[in-house]
Protein backbone atom coordinates (compact mmCIF):
# COMPACT_ATOMS: atom_id res chain seq x y z
CA UNK A 1 0.00 0.00 0.00
CA UNK A 2 1.32 3.66 -0.49
CA UNK A 3 0.04 6.88 0.04
CA UNK A 4 1.02 10.57 -1.04
CA UNK A 5 0.32 13.25 0.80
CA UNK A 6 1.13 17.40 -0.34
CA UNK A 7 0.51 19.97 1.75
CA UNK A 8 1.04 23.86 0.71
CA UNK A 9 1.52 25.92 3.50
CA UNK A 10 -0.63 28.94 1.67
CA UNK A 11 -3.81 26.73 1.52
CA UNK A 12 -5.03 26.83 5.26
CA UNK A 13 -7.99 25.34 6.53
CA UNK A 14 -8.53 26.95 9.66
CA UNK A 15 -6.32 27.80 13.07
CA UNK A 16 -6.61 24.90 15.65
CA UNK A 17 -9.15 25.97 18.04
CA UNK A 18 -7.86 25.38 21.89
CA UNK A 19 -11.35 24.12 22.56
CA UNK A 20 -10.74 21.11 19.90
CA UNK A 21 -8.76 19.66 22.45
CA UNK A 22 -11.65 19.66 25.19
CA UNK A 23 -12.66 16.56 27.38
CA UNK A 24 -16.25 15.48 29.54
CA UNK A 25 -16.06 15.36 33.32
CA UNK A 26 -19.44 13.67 33.99
CA UNK A 27 -21.14 12.19 37.28
CA UNK A 28 -21.21 9.00 35.94
CA UNK A 29 -19.05 5.87 37.69
CA UNK A 30 -15.92 7.07 39.07
CA UNK A 31 -15.33 9.78 36.76
CA UNK A 32 -15.58 12.22 39.35
CA UNK A 33 -15.50 10.25 42.63
CA UNK A 34 -12.23 8.38 42.67
CA UNK A 35 -11.33 9.60 39.44
CA UNK A 36 -10.61 13.33 39.94
CA UNK A 37 -11.86 13.72 43.35
CA UNK A 38 -10.70 11.25 46.53
CA UNK A 39 -9.95 12.91 49.74
CA UNK A 40 -8.67 9.85 51.42
CA UNK A 41 -6.51 8.87 48.65
CA UNK A 42 -2.56 9.35 49.86
CA UNK A 43 -2.41 11.81 47.04
CA UNK A 44 -4.98 13.87 47.39
CA UNK A 45 -4.19 17.94 47.84
CA UNK A 46 -6.02 19.71 50.59
CA UNK A 47 -9.08 20.32 48.37
CA UNK A 48 -9.67 16.30 47.85
CA UNK A 49 -8.31 16.30 44.21
CA UNK A 50 -6.32 12.89 43.12
CA UNK A 51 -2.69 14.72 42.13
CA UNK A 52 -1.95 12.20 40.10
CA UNK A 53 -4.74 12.39 38.05
CA UNK A 54 -4.22 16.03 37.92
CA UNK A 55 -0.94 15.42 36.50
CA UNK A 56 -1.58 13.04 34.11
CA UNK A 57 -4.42 15.52 32.60
CA UNK A 58 -1.83 18.06 32.42
CA UNK A 59 0.16 15.46 29.95
CA UNK A 60 -3.06 14.86 28.15
CA UNK A 61 -3.37 18.43 27.23
CA UNK A 62 -7.21 18.69 27.46
CA UNK A 63 -8.33 22.55 27.58
CA UNK A 64 -12.12 23.01 28.07
CA UNK A 65 -14.07 20.71 30.39
CA UNK A 66 -17.65 20.29 29.70
CA UNK A 67 -19.77 19.67 33.13
CA UNK A 68 -21.69 17.84 34.58
CA UNK A 69 -22.83 15.45 32.23
CA UNK A 70 -24.39 13.91 29.70
CA UNK A 71 -27.32 12.94 30.51
CA UNK A 72 -26.97 12.90 34.42
CA UNK A 73 -26.91 16.82 33.80
CA UNK A 74 -30.91 16.53 32.82
CA UNK A 75 -31.96 15.19 36.61
CA UNK A 76 -29.77 17.38 38.11
CA UNK A 77 -30.21 20.69 40.85
CA UNK A 78 -27.06 22.37 40.57
CA UNK A 79 -28.01 23.89 43.84
CA UNK A 80 -27.70 20.48 45.55
CA UNK A 81 -23.91 20.68 44.51
CA UNK A 82 -22.62 24.38 46.66
CA UNK A 83 -22.98 25.38 49.86
CA UNK A 84 -21.70 23.51 53.20
CA UNK A 85 -20.47 19.69 51.91
CA UNK A 86 -22.61 18.41 55.49
CA UNK A 87 -25.90 20.27 53.96
CA UNK A 88 -25.70 18.81 50.31
CA UNK A 89 -28.21 16.29 50.21
CA UNK A 90 -27.73 12.64 48.39
CA UNK A 91 -30.27 11.81 45.46
CA UNK A 92 -31.21 9.26 42.82
CA UNK A 93 -29.48 9.69 39.39
CA UNK A 94 -31.65 7.88 37.32
CA UNK A 95 -29.45 8.76 34.57
CA UNK A 96 -26.58 6.08 35.53
CA UNK A 97 -28.97 4.41 38.52
CA UNK A 98 -26.27 5.89 41.46
CA UNK A 99 -26.38 7.46 44.22
CA UNK A 100 -25.08 11.62 43.57
CA UNK A 101 -23.66 12.47 47.24
CA UNK A 102 -22.83 16.13 45.97
CA UNK A 103 -19.94 16.41 48.02
CA UNK A 104 -18.46 17.50 44.45
CA UNK A 105 -20.13 20.46 42.31
CA UNK A 106 -19.59 23.56 40.42
CA UNK A 107 -17.10 25.35 43.27
CA UNK A 108 -15.41 22.31 43.70
CA UNK A 109 -15.20 21.74 39.26
CA UNK A 110 -14.42 25.23 39.12
CA UNK A 111 -11.61 24.87 41.64
CA UNK A 112 -10.11 21.23 40.35
CA UNK A 113 -9.67 23.06 36.85
CA UNK A 114 -7.84 25.70 38.46
CA UNK A 115 -5.24 23.22 39.76
CA UNK A 116 -4.69 22.15 36.38
CA UNK A 117 -2.10 24.57 35.87
CA UNK A 118 -2.39 27.42 38.33
CA UNK A 119 0.21 28.87 36.95
CA UNK A 120 -1.86 29.37 33.49
CA UNK A 121 -5.11 29.39 34.32
CA UNK A 122 -6.04 28.27 30.90
CA UNK A 123 -8.34 25.61 31.58
CA UNK A 124 -12.38 26.66 30.55
CA UNK A 125 -15.78 25.40 31.89
CA UNK A 126 -18.51 24.59 29.27
CA UNK A 127 -21.08 24.06 31.75
CA UNK A 128 -24.58 22.40 30.50
CA UNK A 129 -28.06 23.14 31.96
CA UNK A 130 -30.75 20.27 32.80
CA UNK A 131 -33.39 21.56 30.06
CA UNK A 132 -34.79 18.08 30.85
CA UNK A 133 -36.41 17.88 34.38
CA UNK A 134 -35.94 21.93 34.50
CA UNK A 135 -36.04 25.08 32.44
CA UNK A 136 -36.17 28.76 31.80
CA UNK A 137 -36.30 29.80 34.95
CA UNK A 138 -33.47 27.51 36.58
CA UNK A 139 -31.20 28.15 33.92
CA UNK A 140 -31.13 31.49 34.59
CA UNK A 141 -30.67 31.37 38.51
CA UNK A 142 -27.26 29.26 37.55
CA UNK A 143 -26.37 31.71 34.75
CA UNK A 144 -27.25 34.39 37.96
CA UNK A 145 -25.46 32.17 40.43
CA UNK A 146 -22.39 32.21 37.76
CA UNK A 147 -21.82 35.01 36.80
CA UNK A 148 -23.36 37.96 38.16
CA UNK A 149 -20.57 39.65 40.11
CA UNK A 150 -22.67 40.63 43.38
CA UNK A 151 -25.89 42.59 44.92
CA UNK A 152 -28.36 39.88 43.92
CA UNK A 153 -29.53 36.84 46.09
CA UNK A 154 -28.12 34.47 43.91
CA UNK A 155 -24.72 35.83 43.13
CA UNK A 156 -24.72 36.74 46.92
CA UNK A 157 -24.72 33.30 47.92
CA UNK A 158 -21.82 32.20 45.84
CA UNK A 159 -19.84 35.00 47.53
CA UNK A 160 -21.11 33.58 50.78
CA UNK A 161 -20.10 30.05 49.22
CA UNK A 162 -16.56 31.04 49.34
CA UNK A 163 -16.01 32.67 45.36
CA UNK A 164 -16.18 36.15 45.74
CA UNK A 165 -15.75 36.80 42.00
CA UNK A 166 -17.68 35.28 39.62
CA UNK A 167 -17.06 32.19 37.64
CA UNK A 168 -17.46 33.91 34.17
CA UNK A 169 -18.43 30.73 32.09
CA UNK A 170 -18.83 31.48 28.90
CA UNK A 171 -19.50 28.20 27.23
CA UNK A 172 -23.29 26.65 28.26
CA UNK A 173 -24.73 24.02 26.76
CA UNK A 174 -28.64 24.07 26.65
CA UNK A 175 -29.41 20.34 28.22
CA UNK A 176 -27.73 17.12 26.65
CA UNK A 177 -29.11 14.65 23.66
CA UNK A 178 -32.55 16.11 24.11
CA UNK A 179 -33.39 14.04 20.68
CA UNK A 180 -32.93 10.61 22.48
CA UNK A 181 -35.79 8.82 23.43
CA UNK A 182 -33.28 7.66 26.86
CA UNK A 183 -32.77 11.04 28.06
CA UNK A 184 -35.07 12.01 31.10
CA UNK A 185 -37.39 14.89 29.73
CA UNK A 186 -36.89 13.89 26.17
CA UNK A 187 -38.75 16.57 23.69
CA UNK A 188 -39.24 16.22 19.87
CA UNK A 189 -37.70 19.28 18.04
CA UNK A 190 -40.38 21.78 18.27
CA UNK A 191 -40.51 21.54 21.69
CA UNK A 192 -36.84 21.48 22.60
CA UNK A 193 -36.11 24.02 19.62
CA UNK A 194 -38.76 26.69 21.38
CA UNK A 195 -37.22 26.01 24.62
CA UNK A 196 -33.99 26.26 23.93
CA UNK A 197 -34.42 29.79 22.17
CA UNK A 198 -36.33 30.81 25.08
CA UNK A 199 -33.54 30.15 27.35
CA UNK A 200 -31.03 31.14 25.51
CA UNK A 201 -33.12 34.70 25.27
CA UNK A 202 -33.14 34.44 28.95
CA UNK A 203 -29.56 33.89 29.57
CA UNK A 204 -28.77 36.71 26.89
CA UNK A 205 -30.80 38.94 28.46
CA UNK A 206 -28.43 38.40 31.74
CA UNK A 207 -24.97 37.99 30.17
CA UNK A 208 -24.88 38.93 26.62
CA UNK A 209 -21.00 37.23 26.53
CA UNK A 210 -22.03 34.09 26.52
CA UNK A 211 -21.40 31.35 23.93
CA UNK A 212 -24.63 28.99 23.51
CA UNK A 213 -24.42 25.16 22.57
CA UNK A 214 -27.99 23.63 21.25
CA UNK A 215 -28.17 20.20 21.07
CA UNK A 216 -27.86 18.80 18.08
CA UNK A 217 -28.49 15.03 17.26
CA UNK A 218 -27.41 12.43 19.56
CA UNK A 219 -26.01 9.93 16.71
CA UNK A 220 -25.25 10.25 12.85
CA UNK A 221 -27.98 7.27 13.35
CA UNK A 222 -30.74 8.29 14.87
CA UNK A 223 -34.16 8.34 12.96
CA UNK A 224 -34.25 11.63 13.38
CA UNK A 225 -31.43 13.00 12.48
CA UNK A 226 -31.26 16.22 9.46
CA UNK A 227 -35.23 17.25 10.55
CA UNK A 228 -34.13 17.74 14.26
CA UNK A 229 -31.37 19.84 13.31
CA UNK A 230 -33.63 22.19 11.18
CA UNK A 231 -36.28 22.26 13.30
CA UNK A 232 -34.07 23.29 16.06
CA UNK A 233 -31.68 25.43 14.52
CA UNK A 234 -34.94 27.44 12.50
CA UNK A 235 -35.77 28.37 16.18
CA UNK A 236 -32.44 29.51 17.41
CA UNK A 237 -30.19 30.09 14.65
CA UNK A 238 -29.27 33.80 15.74
CA UNK A 239 -29.28 32.85 19.44
CA UNK A 240 -27.06 30.56 19.46
CA UNK A 241 -23.09 29.60 18.29
CA UNK A 242 -22.74 25.76 18.35
CA UNK A 243 -24.57 23.26 17.44
CA UNK A 244 -23.46 19.72 19.03
CA UNK A 245 -22.80 16.49 17.36
CA UNK A 246 -21.95 13.37 19.28
CA UNK A 247 -20.60 10.26 18.00
CA UNK A 248 -19.17 7.03 19.61
CA UNK A 249 -17.84 4.38 17.73
CA UNK A 250 -17.70 0.64 18.67
CA UNK A 251 -17.15 -3.00 16.54
CA UNK A 252 -20.29 -4.15 17.09
CA UNK A 253 -21.56 -1.35 15.09
CA UNK A 254 -20.12 -3.28 12.23
CA UNK A 255 -21.38 -6.67 13.34
CA UNK A 256 -17.59 -7.03 14.15
CA UNK A 257 -16.16 -6.39 11.39
CA UNK A 258 -12.84 -4.77 12.11
CA UNK A 259 -11.71 -3.61 8.63
CA UNK A 260 -14.65 -1.16 8.78
CA UNK A 261 -14.63 -0.13 12.54
CA UNK A 262 -11.02 1.36 11.58
CA UNK A 263 -13.13 3.59 9.13
CA UNK A 264 -15.19 4.74 11.31
CA UNK A 265 -13.94 8.42 11.06
CA UNK A 266 -15.98 8.31 7.89
CA UNK A 267 -18.77 8.20 9.52
CA UNK A 268 -17.57 11.15 11.68
CA UNK A 269 -16.57 12.90 8.70
CA UNK A 270 -19.77 12.83 7.05
CA UNK A 271 -22.21 13.29 10.12
CA UNK A 272 -19.94 16.86 10.10
CA UNK A 273 -20.80 17.51 6.41
CA UNK A 274 -24.00 17.14 6.94
CA UNK A 275 -24.69 19.25 9.86
CA UNK A 276 -22.52 21.68 8.11
CA UNK A 277 -24.89 21.17 5.15
CA UNK A 278 -28.21 22.15 7.26
CA UNK A 279 -26.29 24.86 9.54
CA UNK A 280 -25.69 26.72 5.58
CA UNK A 281 -29.23 25.98 4.82
CA UNK A 282 -30.99 27.38 7.73
CA UNK A 283 -28.64 30.27 7.39
CA UNK A 284 -29.51 31.04 4.15
CA UNK A 285 -32.91 30.16 4.03
CA UNK A 286 -32.95 32.86 7.18
CA UNK A 287 -30.58 35.85 4.96
CA UNK A 288 -28.31 35.57 8.41
CA UNK A 289 -25.26 37.00 8.31
CA UNK A 290 -24.56 35.33 11.47
CA UNK A 291 -22.12 32.28 11.57
CA UNK A 292 -22.70 29.07 13.41
CA UNK A 293 -20.10 26.09 14.17
CA UNK A 294 -20.38 22.36 15.61
CA UNK A 295 -19.12 21.63 18.98
CA UNK A 296 -18.76 18.02 18.94
CA UNK A 297 -18.96 17.16 22.70
CA UNK A 298 -19.03 13.81 22.85
CA UNK A 299 -16.67 11.68 20.77
CA UNK A 300 -15.11 8.37 21.49
CA UNK A 301 -14.78 4.44 20.90
CA UNK A 302 -17.34 2.83 23.45
CA UNK A 303 -18.21 -0.38 23.87
CA UNK A 304 -21.45 0.58 24.63
CA UNK A 305 -23.06 -2.93 24.11
CA UNK A 306 -20.69 -4.77 26.23
CA UNK A 307 -20.53 -5.45 29.97
CA UNK A 308 -18.59 -2.95 31.39
CA UNK A 309 -21.18 -0.31 30.30
CA UNK A 310 -23.94 -2.12 32.72
CA UNK A 311 -25.67 0.30 34.38
CA UNK A 312 -26.73 -1.34 38.26
CA UNK A 313 -30.25 -2.25 38.59
CA UNK A 314 -33.14 -2.76 41.29
CA UNK A 315 -35.38 -0.62 43.70
CA UNK A 316 -32.98 -0.86 46.63
CA UNK A 317 -29.73 -0.94 44.30
CA UNK A 318 -28.61 2.88 43.82
CA UNK A 319 -24.24 2.43 44.59
CA UNK A 320 -22.15 5.38 45.22
CA UNK A 321 -19.88 5.56 41.87
CA UNK A 322 -19.74 1.92 40.71
CA UNK A 323 -17.73 1.09 38.47
CA UNK A 324 -19.67 1.25 34.97
CA UNK A 325 -18.45 2.23 31.36
CA UNK A 326 -14.43 1.39 32.10
CA UNK A 327 -13.76 0.35 28.93
CA UNK A 328 -10.08 -0.92 28.78
CA UNK A 329 -8.73 0.26 25.42
CA UNK A 330 -6.31 -1.81 22.69
CA UNK A 331 -4.59 -0.56 20.47
CA UNK A 332 -6.89 -0.83 18.23
CA UNK A 333 -9.24 1.28 19.24
CA UNK A 334 -6.68 3.86 20.08
CA UNK A 335 -5.80 3.85 16.35
CA UNK A 336 -9.63 4.09 15.53
CA UNK A 337 -9.31 7.24 18.46
CA UNK A 338 -6.67 8.72 16.45
CA UNK A 339 -7.89 8.73 13.02
CA UNK A 340 -11.28 10.32 14.39
CA UNK A 341 -9.14 12.85 16.11
CA UNK A 342 -7.47 13.78 12.90
CA UNK A 343 -10.99 13.89 11.41
CA UNK A 344 -12.23 16.44 13.94
CA UNK A 345 -8.81 18.65 13.04
CA UNK A 346 -9.28 18.25 9.30
CA UNK A 347 -13.00 19.82 10.01
CA UNK A 348 -11.84 22.75 12.10
CA UNK A 349 -13.35 24.45 9.30
CA UNK A 350 -16.81 24.15 10.57
CA UNK A 351 -15.86 22.18 14.27
CA UNK A 352 -14.74 24.74 16.51
CA UNK A 353 -15.04 22.91 19.72
CA UNK A 354 -15.05 19.18 21.03
CA UNK A 355 -14.75 17.25 23.67
CA UNK A 356 -13.44 13.84 24.03
CA UNK A 357 -15.94 11.76 26.58
CA UNK A 358 -14.98 10.98 28.68
CA UNK A 359 -11.42 12.17 31.16
CA UNK A 360 -11.21 9.56 33.96
CA UNK A 361 -12.52 6.29 34.38
CA UNK A 362 -15.87 6.54 32.19
CA UNK A 363 -15.02 5.51 28.39
CA UNK A 364 -11.49 7.58 29.56
CA UNK A 365 -7.57 7.64 28.60
CA UNK A 366 -7.17 7.95 32.48
CA UNK A 367 -7.54 5.22 34.90
CA UNK A 368 -7.22 4.83 38.42
CA UNK A 369 -7.60 2.27 41.31
CA UNK A 370 -9.56 3.25 44.52
CA UNK A 371 -6.01 3.95 47.01
CA UNK A 372 -4.00 2.90 44.02
CA UNK A 373 -2.14 4.25 41.45
CA UNK A 374 -3.25 5.56 38.26
CA UNK A 375 -2.79 4.78 34.42
CA UNK A 376 -2.27 5.68 30.87
CA UNK A 377 -4.87 3.65 28.31
CA UNK A 378 -3.80 3.21 25.10
CA UNK A 379 -5.88 6.19 23.65
CA UNK A 380 -4.24 8.66 25.98
CA UNK A 381 -1.19 8.76 23.50
CA UNK A 382 -2.36 9.96 20.38
CA UNK A 383 -4.46 12.72 22.25
CA UNK A 384 -1.50 13.88 24.40
CA UNK A 385 0.87 13.78 21.37
CA UNK A 386 -1.53 15.43 18.97
CA UNK A 387 -2.52 18.02 21.40
CA UNK A 388 1.06 18.70 22.41
CA UNK A 389 2.03 19.43 18.27
CA UNK A 390 -1.10 20.85 17.13
CA UNK A 391 -2.04 23.31 19.30
CA UNK A 392 -1.78 26.96 18.60
CA UNK A 393 -0.79 25.40 14.65
CA UNK A 394 -2.90 26.18 11.82
CA UNK A 395 -4.38 23.34 10.10
CA UNK A 396 -4.03 23.19 6.26
CA UNK A 397 -5.61 21.94 2.97
CA UNK A 398 -3.90 19.02 2.04
CA UNK A 399 -3.98 16.78 -1.43
CA UNK A 400 -3.64 12.85 -0.50
CA UNK A 401 -3.86 9.64 -2.65
CA UNK A 402 -4.01 6.40 -1.23
CA UNK A 403 -4.43 2.80 -2.14
CA UNK A 404 -7.94 1.79 -0.87
CA UNK A 405 -9.18 -0.43 1.46
CA UNK A 406 -12.43 -1.96 0.89
CA UNK A 407 -15.43 -1.76 4.11
CA UNK A 408 -18.75 -3.43 4.28
CA UNK A 409 -20.11 -0.52 5.75
CA UNK A 410 -18.32 2.25 3.94
CA UNK A 411 -17.25 1.16 0.43
CA UNK A 412 -13.62 1.92 -0.57
CA UNK A 413 -11.72 3.99 1.52
CA UNK A 414 -8.18 5.48 2.18
CA UNK A 415 -6.12 3.14 3.79
CA UNK A 416 -4.59 5.96 4.69
CA UNK A 417 -5.88 9.26 6.69
CA UNK A 418 -4.22 12.21 7.61
CA UNK A 419 -3.86 15.96 8.46
CA UNK A 420 -0.97 18.43 8.36
CA UNK A 421 -0.58 21.20 11.02
CA UNK A 422 1.83 24.40 10.60
CA UNK A 423 3.00 25.21 14.04
CA UNK A 424 3.18 28.39 15.21
CA UNK A 425 7.25 28.01 15.10
CA UNK A 426 6.83 27.38 11.19
CA UNK A 427 7.49 23.75 11.87
CA UNK A 428 5.15 21.00 10.78
CA UNK A 429 3.30 18.30 12.61
CA UNK A 430 1.55 15.50 9.96
CA UNK A 431 -0.87 13.03 11.81
CA UNK A 432 -1.57 9.49 10.14
CA UNK A 433 -3.22 6.53 10.42
CA UNK A 434 -2.70 3.22 8.43
CA UNK A 435 -6.06 1.57 8.53
CA UNK A 436 -5.20 -1.16 6.93
CA UNK A 437 -5.75 -4.79 8.80
CA UNK A 438 -2.78 -6.63 6.89
CA UNK A 439 -0.16 -4.15 5.04
CA UNK A 440 2.05 -1.84 6.39
CA UNK A 441 1.77 1.60 3.85
CA UNK A 442 4.60 3.50 2.51
CA UNK A 443 3.60 7.02 2.62
CA UNK A 444 5.81 9.97 1.33
CA UNK A 445 4.39 13.51 2.89
CA UNK A 446 5.52 16.70 0.02
CA UNK A 447 5.76 19.88 1.69
CA UNK A 448 6.35 22.71 -0.68
CA UNK A 449 7.85 25.90 1.25
CA UNK A 450 10.75 27.88 0.95
CA UNK A 451 11.74 27.43 4.56
CA UNK A 452 14.55 24.90 4.81
CA UNK A 453 13.13 21.72 6.68
CA UNK A 454 16.24 20.03 8.26
CA UNK A 455 15.50 17.22 10.61
CA UNK A 456 12.49 14.83 11.08
CA UNK A 457 11.07 12.84 13.82
CA UNK A 458 8.19 10.23 13.94
CA UNK A 459 5.89 8.55 16.80
CA UNK A 460 3.87 5.67 16.28
CA UNK A 461 1.47 3.47 18.34
CA UNK A 462 1.33 0.04 16.91
CA UNK A 463 1.55 -3.39 18.50
CA UNK A 464 1.55 -6.73 16.49
CA UNK A 465 -1.11 -7.62 19.05
CA UNK A 466 -4.06 -5.22 17.94
CA UNK A 467 -5.65 -6.26 20.87
CA UNK A 468 -2.89 -5.67 23.35
CA UNK A 469 -4.09 -3.07 26.54
CA UNK A 470 -2.62 -1.03 29.76
CA UNK A 471 -3.74 -2.25 33.08
CA UNK A 472 -2.98 -0.88 36.35
CA UNK A 473 -0.70 -4.42 36.73
CA UNK A 474 1.11 -3.95 33.32
CA UNK A 475 0.56 -0.07 32.48
CA UNK A 476 3.18 0.64 30.21
CA UNK A 477 2.25 -2.56 28.09
CA UNK A 478 1.92 -0.09 25.23
CA UNK A 479 3.67 3.24 24.53
CA UNK A 480 4.50 4.68 21.72
CA UNK A 481 8.13 3.92 19.68
CA UNK A 482 10.47 6.27 17.85
CA UNK A 483 9.41 5.47 13.66
CA UNK A 484 12.76 5.44 12.80
CA UNK A 485 11.83 4.93 9.21
CA UNK A 486 11.19 8.71 8.70
CA UNK A 487 13.64 10.57 6.26
CA UNK A 488 13.63 13.86 5.50
CA UNK A 489 14.69 14.70 1.70
CA UNK A 490 15.54 18.00 2.02
CA UNK A 491 15.83 19.15 -1.37
CA UNK A 492 12.60 18.33 -2.47
CA UNK A 493 10.91 18.53 0.91
CA UNK A 494 9.59 15.44 1.43
CA UNK A 495 9.58 13.45 4.31
CA UNK A 496 8.46 9.01 3.57
CA UNK A 497 7.57 6.92 6.61
CA UNK A 498 6.47 3.45 6.79
CA UNK A 499 3.40 2.95 9.14
CA UNK A 500 2.98 -0.49 10.06
CA UNK A 501 -0.83 -2.29 9.52
CA UNK A 502 -2.89 -0.93 12.08
CA UNK A 503 -1.11 2.07 13.47
CA UNK A 504 -1.01 5.86 14.10
CA UNK A 505 1.88 8.22 13.65
CA UNK A 506 2.68 11.64 14.66
CA UNK A 507 5.69 13.20 12.39
CA UNK A 508 7.41 16.73 13.27
CA UNK A 509 9.30 18.21 10.46
CA UNK A 510 11.35 21.48 11.23
O1 LIG B 1 -20.71 9.83 27.72
C1 LIG B 1 -21.64 8.89 28.16
C2 LIG B 1 -23.07 9.27 27.80
O2 LIG B 1 -23.22 9.20 26.41
C3 LIG B 1 -23.51 10.67 28.14
O3 LIG B 1 -23.99 10.79 29.44
C4 LIG B 1 -24.62 10.91 27.16
O4 LIG B 1 -24.76 12.27 26.83
C5 LIG B 1 -24.27 10.04 25.97
O5 LIG B 1 -25.33 9.28 25.56
Request: with cysteine.
Amino acid sequence: ITAKIIADENFEIAKVPDRIFGSFVEHLGRCVYEGIYEPDHPLADENGFRKDVLELVRELGVTTIRYPGGNFVSGYKWEDGVGPRNQRPCRLDTAWHSTETNEFGLHEMQQWLESIEPERGTHELMEAINLGTRGLQDALSLVEYANIPHGTMLSDMRRDNGREKPFNIRMWCLGNEMDGPWQLGHKNAEDYGKLAADTARGIRQIDPNVELVVCGSSGHTMDTFGAWEETVLDHTYELIDFISCHAYYEPARYDNDIQSFLASAEDMNSFIHDVAAIIDAVKSRKKSEHEVFISFDEWNVWYLTQEPSKKPEGLDNWPIAPHILEDVYSVLDAVVFGDLLITLLHNTDRVKSASLAQLVNVIAPIMTQKAGPAWRQTTFYPFAITSDLAKEGTVLEIKQSSSALSTSAYGDVDAVNSVVVKKADGSYAIFITNRSLESETQVSICLPTDKKLSSVTATTLHDNDIYAVNTCDDPYRVTPQNNDSAKLDEKSHTITVTLPAVSWTAVHVQ
